[in-house]
């Protein structure tokens, strides 16, 4: 099993930042990627972020050259840096862990962090 513990939301203005964290825990060794997913009221969880055990790193077009994520091998934590956020980046935020077991997959999800970007 692999536990995901995300913290860092809260409300920021527009144009502000934000940092996230994902901190994992449990059987992370076989873990080959982690990614930041969004969830908006009304809408369906996309995509923001991903980055593998590799280091390569994926971006949902909507964030590109806003949002970097990075990790912290010794800390077992993830980050997603959001910087010039906007009123529609406000959603609940979400860690994912994709976990490679003989034959499968398996995904593992955080509780989530609300972001909220108003002034």
């Known amino acids: 099993q692999v536990q995901l513990v995300e913290s860092g939301g809260g409300l920021v203005q527009p144009g502000g930042f934000l940092r996230l964290s994902c901190a994992a825990s449990?059987?992370?060794?076989?873990?080959?990627?982690i990614g930041w997913y969004r969830q908006a009221p009304g809408k369906q969880r996309e995509l923001v972020a991903t980055?593998?055990?590799?280091?390569?790193?994926n971006y949902a077009d909507s964030v590109k050259g806003r949002f970097t994520i990075s990790r912290d091998n010794a800390k077992n934590t993830v980050y997603l840096q959001m910087n010039r956020l906007k009123p529609e980046n406000t959603a609940v935020y979400y860690c994912?862990?994709?976990?490679?077991?003989?034959?499968?997959?398996?995904?593992?999800w955080g509780q989530g962090t609300q972001v909220t970007v108003s002034s």
């Open positions: 994912k862990a994709a976990r490679a077991l003989p034959g499968m997959l398996n995904n593992y």
């Open positions: 449990g059987s992370i060794f076989s873990i080959v990627a």
């Open positions: 980055i593998t055990s590799g280091g390569n790193t």
